[in-house]
C-alpha cells in the first residue's frame, strides 16, 4: 500500500449536529494534501480525528498504517501536529522547548542535543536559543513550532492554518520547510484558508457542511470549475453552504 | 453612556456564558452561610473523658453521675489506670482525666480535704480551659448538694445579666464575619480575575485603543459584578434572617447602603490587585492565598482584635472586612444608627477612592 | 518512566522561570506563618472592664482595686449610673460592666450576704464571657478573703472540703499559639498543594499547550505523574520551612517522630493533589478552577478543627468532616508536634488519608481525557 491516510466514512456527531458527515478520501505516502473549507465546514473535526484527540462517532480511518480506532497511540508516535493556536511553552526557552518535545517523543539525550543544534541552525536561531519563546516574533515562533512537531521524524505532519497571521515573506519560508519535508519522504496535511496556498499542494479537498465537495489536483479542479484560481473553486462551492460564517 | 451600557452587556454576557462559574459565585455564599452558621460553634460538648477513681464509694459515685448527666461530657470507661492516660491521650481518646485520690469519701470525712486533680489535653488550651472550668463547676455543685445544711456565711452572690445577645447565639457573631468574608473575597476575585484575564487575552489593549475613558471602561467591567455582589449579598441576608434567625434590629436600608459601600470597597480592591500584575495566576495566588487566612484572621470575628500584639493591630485597619464586621454588628444586631458606624463608613469609602486612584494612574501609564 | 524526566525539567524549569509565582509559594507562607498565629489567640487579655459603685465603701474599693491589679482587666470607665456606662458597652468599648449595689458592705456584713451585678456584652461571645468568668473568679477570691477576715475564730469545724487542681498536659504554658502554629501551616501546605496544581494544568488548557501534549504518544498517568511530582515536593518543601519558621519563632520543637510526620504529609499531599487535578479535569478556565478551589479551602478551613472543635459540630457537620482531608491532618499534626503521638496512635488517620489518597488520584486519572 502506498497510503499515508486512507479514510473511510468517517463522521462525528455533536447532539444532533452532524460536524463531519460520512467522508472518505486518501492521501498519498509524501504528498501535500491541502485540506479546506469555510469556517464550521468541519475540517478541523476531522482532523482532531485523524490525529486521535477527537474520539470519531463511526466510519473509521487508517493513519500510518494504524488502525484508528484500534491504536491511537500508536499513530501518535508516527505523526507531527501543528495547531493553529500557537501551542509551545511561551515560558520556557527554545532550547528547553525542543528538549521537552524530543523528550516526550522517546528521544534520548544524545538524539535531542543534535537535532537541537541541527535545528537552530537551519532556522538561524543560534543567538535566541535561550530567550523565551514568548519574546519571538509570530513568523518565527511558527518555523519554530512546525521545526519541533518534526523532531521525531513523524512520517506524516498534521498542519492546522500553519501561516494565520504571518507575512507573506514568513509564509513563503514556512512553505519551503513544508516543500524540504516533503522531499524527505513526510506526508503534509494541511489545513488553510489562503487560496494562494492551496496552489501549492498537490491535491486539495474542498469540504462544505460536513462533506468533502470536491478533492483533485488544483488544476484539474480549476478545469472542473471552469475557474481561474483556486479562490475562484472554493467560491463557487461554499456559496452553496448551508452553515458558514460567511 | 450608551458605549457603557454596551459595554456592561457584553461583560454580562462572558458572565453568562459560563455557568459553571456563575453557579460557584452564587452558591459559594449561600453553601457557606448554611454549613458556617449552623456548624461552627466555640461551645464544648460532648467531650470524652476518663475517670480515675481507685476506691468507689457514695461521694465519688456521686460526683461521677454528676459528670456523667451533663452534656458536656462523655465518660470513656475503657481507661483504668494512671498508666494508660499517656496514650489515651495521644490517640486522642480523651481530653481529660478527672482523677480521685485514694480513699476519697474517708479523707473528706475524717481530714476535711480531698484532692481532685482534672489533667488536660492542653495541646488544644481553649478546650483544656473549658472543659475543666466545667467539671470544676460541676464538682463543686455535687458539693453543695452533699452538704445541704451548710450555708456559707458572708456569701457574695453574682448577678450576670447579658446584653445583645442573650441566648449566647454561635451566628449572631459568626453571620456577620462570613459576609464580610465571603463578600470581600468573591468580589474581590471576581474582579481581578476579569480584568487580568483581558490583559493576558489582549483583548485589554484593543479595548484601551477604543476611544472610551479608562474610568468609564473599568467601570463597566465592575458594574455586572457589583450586581452580582449585592444579589450575593441578599440572598446572605435573606438566609440568615430567615433561617439562622439573626435578626435586623437596625435600619434595613442603612444596611444595605453601607453593604453598597463595603461591595464596592472590595471591587475596587480586585481593581487594584489586577492593576499591579499581570498573570491570572498571580492575581488568583494573591487573591485567595494572600487574603483567604488574613481577613478570616484579622477581621476581627474569630479572634478579639484588641487581643492581638500592636503591629497586627495595626495590620488590621488595612483590611477591609473588619470595618465591615463592625458596621454589620452594630446595624443587624445591636440595632444602632448612622451616628455609631459613620466613622467605619467612612474609612471604606477612603479605601475605595484610594484604590480606584491608584489602579487608575497604574492603567494609564500603560497607555502612554 | 524516562518521559517523566522530562516533564519534570519542564515543570521545574516553568515554576523557577516564573519569579513572582515563586516568590508568593515561599513567601507568602512563611509570612503568613509568622503573623497569624499572634493573632489569632484566644488568650484573653485587656478585657475592657466599666465600673459602677454606688457604694464608694472601703469594701467596694478594695473589690475594685482588686480588679484593677489583674492582669486581664482593663479598667475603662468609672460612672454613676448604669445609663451612663451603656455607651460604651453598645460601641464595644467595654466588654463588662460590674455594678455594686448601694449598702454592698453593710449587706455582706450584717446581712451575710450580698450582690454584685455584671453585665455583660454578649456580642463579643469569647470576650464577654470569660469577663465574666474571670470577674467571678476574682470576686471569689475577694469573698474568701473576707470570709477570713470575719471567721477568724479557730476553725475547729471547717466544711469538708474537694480541692480541685487543674493539671494542663502537653502545652503547660497554655499557650494557644503553639496550638494554632501547625494548624495554620496544614492549610498553608494544602493551598500549595491542590490549588497551584489544578491551576497549573488549567492554564495549560488555557494556552492551548495541553492538546499539542494530547497528540504526542505520552501516556495518562505519565502525565499526571509529571504534574503531582513538583507540586509535592514544593508542598514538602514548605512544610519543611513551615516547621523551621516556627521552631525560630515560636521555639516549637516537635515532641513526635519528624518521620512520622513527613511520612504522613507525603501521603497527605498525594491526596490533596489528586483533588486539585481532579478539579483541573472539570474546569476550564483558570477562575472556575479558582472558584471551586476557594469553596474547598473554605470548607477545609472551617470544617477542619482549625478554630472550632469539630466534636461541639452537629451531626452532619461532623460526616462532612469526616470527608475533609485537612481535618485528619490538622489533627495528626497538632498530635504529633504536641504530644507525640506515635504511629499506633494515627493510625485510623493514616489509613484514611491513605484512601482519599487512592480515590482521588485513581478519579483524576480516569477522568483525564487526552480525546474528547
Known amino acids: ?246 | 453612556m450608551k458605549q457603557f451600557i454596551i459595554f456592561v452587556k457584553k461583560e454580562f454576557y462572558h458572565i453568562l456564558r459560563d455557568p459553571k462559574t456563575l453557579i460557584i459565585i452564587i452558591g459559594l455564599p449561600i453553601i457557606q452561610i448554611l454549613t458556617f452558621g449552623f456548624a461552627l460553634t466555640n461551645e464544648v460538648k460532648n467531650s470524652k473523658i476518663a475517670i480515675l477513681n481507685p476506691t468507689i464509694d457514695e461521694t465519688t459515685t456521686k460526683i461521677v453521675d454528676r459528670l456523667e448527666a451533663s452534656r458536656f461530657f462523655e465518660i470513656e470507661k475503657s481507661i483504668n489506670s494512671p498508666n494508660d492516660l499517656d496514650a489515651a491521650f495521644k490517640s486522642g481518646k480523651i481530653r481529660m482525666a478527672v482523677v480521685f485520690q485514694n480513699n476519697f469519701q474517708s479523707n473528706l470525712l475524717h481530714n476535711k480535704k480531698a484532692d481532685i486533680q482534672l489533667i488536660t489535653d492542653a495541646s488544644d488550651p481553649n478546650i483544656a480551659t473549658m472543659v475543666s472550668n466545667y467539671a470544676t463547676a460541676i464538682i463543686n455543685d455535687a458539693q453543695t448538694e452533699l452538704n445541704p445544711n451548710y450555708q456559707m456565711p458572708y456569701q457574695i452572690n453574682i448577678a450576670t445579666r447579658l446584653f445583645y445577645n442573650p441566648q449566647q447565639i454561635g451566628a449572631y457573631s459568626f453571620v456577620p464575619g462570613i459576609m464580610a468574608m465571603v463578600l470581600l473575597l468573591i468580589s474581590t476575585m471576581m474582579t481581578s480575575l476579569a480584568i487580568v484575564r483581558e490583559k493576558e487575552l489582549g483583548s485589554m489593549e484593543l479595548l484601551l485603543a477604543s476611544p472610551m475613558k479608562p474610568l468609564v471602561l473599568i467601570l463597566s467591567k465592575v458594574v455586572p459584578y457589583l450586581i452580582i455582589s449585592l444579589f450575593n449579598w441578599l440572598m446572605i441576608v435573606i438566609l440568615s434572617v430567615w433561617l439562622m434567625e439573626v435578626p435586623i434590629n437596625g435600619s434595613f436600608l442603612l444596611l444595605f447602603l453601607v453593604s453598597l459601600v463595603f461591595i464596592v470597597a472590595s471591587l475596587a480592591l480586585g481593581l487594584f490587585i489586577s492593576s499591579i500584575t499581570d498573570s491570572q495566576q498571580v492575581a488568583m495566588m494573591i487573591s485567595l492565598m494572600g487574603m483567604l487566612l488574613p481577613t478570616l484572621i484579622l477581621s476581627g470575628f474569630m479572634f478579639p482584635i484588641e487581643n492581638m500584639p500592636l503591629p497586627l493591630q495595626v495590620v488590621s485597619n488595612i483590611v477591609p472586612s473588619k470595618w465591615y464586621y463592625s458596621i454589620v454588628k452594630d446595624i443587624m444586631i445591636k440595632g444602632l444608627g448612622i451616628n455609631a458606624i459613620w466613622k467605619e463608613t467612612l474609612v471604606l469609602v477612603g479605601m475605595t477612592l484610594f484604590f480606584i486612584a491608584v489602579s487608575l494612574k497604574k492603567f494609564k501609564i500603560r497607555i502612554s | 518512566m524516562r518521559t517523566i524526566l522530562f516533564l519534570l525539567e519542564k515543570e521545574f524549569a516553568q515554576i523557577f522561570r516564573n519569579k513572582a509565582i515563586l516568590r508568593l509559594i515561599f513567601i507568602m507562607p512563611i509570612v503568613q506563618l509568622i503573623m497569624l498565629p499572634l493573632a489569632a489567640d484566644y488568650e484573653v487579655k485587656n478585657i475592657n472592664c466599666s465600673i459602677i459603685d454606688h457604694d464608694h465603701s472601703p469594701y467596694s474599693r478594695r473589690l475594685i482595686g482588686q480588679i484593677e491589679a489583674s492582669t486581664y482587666f482593663k479598667l475603662v470607665d468609672y460612672q454613676q449610673n448604669i445609663e451612663g456606662a451603656m455607651p460604651k458597652l453598645e460601641k464595644d468599648k467595654s466588654d463588662i460592666i460590674l455594678e455594686i449595689p448601694q449598702n454592698f458592705e453593710k449587706d455582706l456584713i450584717k446581712e451575710e450576704k450580698a450582690t454584685l451585678l455584671i453585665a455583660v456584652n454578649a456580642v463579643n461571645g469569647v470576650k464577654g464571657n470569660l469577663g465574666a468568668a474571670y470577674a467571678s473568679g476574682i470576686i471569689r477570691t475577694f469573698n474568701q478573703n473576707i470570709r477570713m477576715d470575719w471567721m477568724t475564730f479557730p476553725k475547729m469545724n471547717p466544711i469538708p472540703e474537694i480541692r480541685i487542681s487543674s493539671i494542663p498536659w502537653y502545652n503547660k504554658m497554655m499557650s494557644y499559639k503553639i496550638f494554632m502554629v501547625p494548624g495554620i501551616l496544614v492549610i498553608l501546605v494544602t493551598m500549595v498543594g491542590s490549588f497551584l496544581s489544578s491551576l497549573n494544568i488549567v492554564h495549560e488548557k488555557e494556552a492551548g499547550t495541553i492538546e499539542q501534549i494530547n497528540v504526542t504518544p505520552i501516556r495518562k498517568h505519565h502525565f499526571i505523574l509529571g504534574k503531582l511530582i513538583p507540586f509535592w515536593i514544593l508542598g514538602i518543601v514548605v512544610l519543611g520551612l513551615g516547621l523551621i519558621v516556627s521552631y525560630i519563632i515560636y521555639g516549637i520543637v516537635p515532641v513526635g517522630s519528624l518521620f512520622l510526620l513527613f511520612s504522613f504529609a507525603a501521603v497527605y499531599l498525594i491526596g490533596t493533589l489528586g483533588l486539585g487535578l481532579l478539579i483541573s479535569n472539570y474546569a476550564d478556565t483558570q477562575q472556575q478552577a479558582m472558584f471551586f478551589s476557594f469553596l474547598l479551602m473554605m470548607v477545609f478551613i472551617l470544617l477542619g478543627g482549625l478554630y472550632t472543635p469539630i466534636e461541639s459540630m452537629p451531626e452532619w457537620a461532623k460526616v462532612i468532616t469526616k470527608f475533609n482531608p485537612a481535618a485528619y491532618f490538622i489533627e495528626v499534626i497538632r498530635m504529633i508536634v504536641l504530644k507525640g503521638s506515635g504511629l499506633k496512635d494515627i493510625l485510623p488517620h493514616f489509613f484514611a488519608i491513605g484512601c482519599f489518597a487512592v480515590v482521588f488520584n485513581l478519579l483524576a486519572i480516569w477522568s483525564y481525557r487526552k480525546q474528547i
Open chain 1, 1 to 246: 500500500m502506498n497510503l499515508a491516510i486512507e479514510v473511510n466514512e468517517l463522521t462525528k456527531k455533536f447532539g444532533d449536529f452532524v460536524a463531519v458527515d460520512h467522508i472518505s478520501f486518501s492521501v498519498k505516502k509524501g504528498e501535500i494534501f491541502g485540506f479546506l473549507g469555510a469556517n464550521g465546514a468541519g475540517k478541523t473535526t476531522a482532523m482532531k480525528m485523524l490525529i486521535g484527540i477527537s474520539i470519531p462517532t463511526s466510519g473509521n480511518a487508517t493513519v500510518a498504517g494504524f488502525d484508528l480506532n484500534r491504536y491511537p497511540d500508536k499513530i501518535k508516535q508516527n505523526i507531527g501536529y501543528m495547531s493553529q493556536k500557537f501551542s509551545l511553552y511561551e515560558d520556557l526557552n527554545i532550547i528547553e522547548n525542543i528538549r521537552f518535545y524530543g523528550g516526550i517523543y522517546g528521544l534520548s539525550r544524545k538524539e535531542i542535543a543534535e537535532k537541537s543544534e541541527k535545528l537552530l541552525e537551519k532556522l538561524d536561531l543560534q543567538s535566541v536559543s535561550k530567550s523565551l519563546v514568548s519574546s519571538l516574533p509570530l513568523g518565527w515562533k511558527q518555523k519554530l513550532s512546525f521545526s519541533i512537531a518534526m523532531i521525531h521524524e513523524p512520517s506524516i505532519i498534521f498542519l492546522d492554518e500553519p501561516t494565520g497571521g504571518v507575512d507573506p515573506i514568513t509564509r513563503r519560508q514556512f512553505w519551503d520547510l513544508i516543500y524540504e519535508a516533503s522531499e524527505n519522504g513526510t506526508t503534509v496535511f494541511v489545513t488553510t484558508h489562503y487560496m494562494d496556498e492551496a496552489e501549492y499542494c498537490e491535491r486539495v479537498s474542498i469540504m462544505v457542511d460536513g462533506k468533502i465537495a470536491a478533492l483533485n489536483t488544483p488544476k484539474q479542479l480549476k478545469q472542473d470549475f471552469k475557474a481561474a484560481s483556486m479562490d475562484e473553486v472554493f467560491y463557487q462551492l461554499a456559496r452553496g453552504a448551508k452553515r458558514s460564517d460567511h
